[in-house]
Nanobody, 124 residues
Framework: QVQLVESGGGLVQAGGSLRLSCAASGRTFSIYAMGWFRQAPGKEREFVAAITWGGGRPYYADSVKGRFTISRDNAKNTLYLQMNTLMPEDTAVYYC?????????????????WGQGTQVTVSL
């Protein structure tokens, strides 16, 4: 089992920045990759970014490319999401997820573990 705990959400004005963190514990040695997803009210959960735990290869949704940066600190078992130039449409609950296997990084159903989520609200 792997436990995930997100932090760093909050309220920010459009154009501002936030950094989300996700602390992993448990059987972290078995993680292949971790990712960030988000879900706005009335919408489906959508892929934001992912990164392989060993090689650090990043993947991004087109909507966040150039604005968000995903990174990880293997020594601390922590995943990060640096979010810059935030827009109101980025408002959502952001979830951290982890997976054991190779596959479609943007597919929520292929992730094995999920955090509880952290709210990000971007105001005009």
């Amino acid at each position: 089992q792997v436990q995930l705990v997100e932090s760093g959400g909050g309220l920010v004005q459009a154009g501002g920045s936030l950094r989300l963190s996700c602390a992993a514990s448990g059987r972290t040695f078995s993680i292949y990759a971790m990712g960030w997803f988000r879900q706005a009210p009335g919408k489906e959960r959508e892929f934001v970014a992912a990164i392989t735990w060993g090689g650090g290869r990043p993947y991004y949704a087109d909507s966040v490319k150039g604005r968000f940066t995903i990174s990880r600190d293997n020594a601390k078992n922590t995943l990060y999401l640096q979010m810059n130039t935030l827009m109101p449409e980025d408002t959502a609950v952001y979830y951290c997820a982890a997976r054991h296997h190779v596959g479609r990084m943007s597919q929520p159903s292929e992730y094995d573990y999920w955090g509880q989520g952290t709210q990000v609200t971007v105001s005009l």
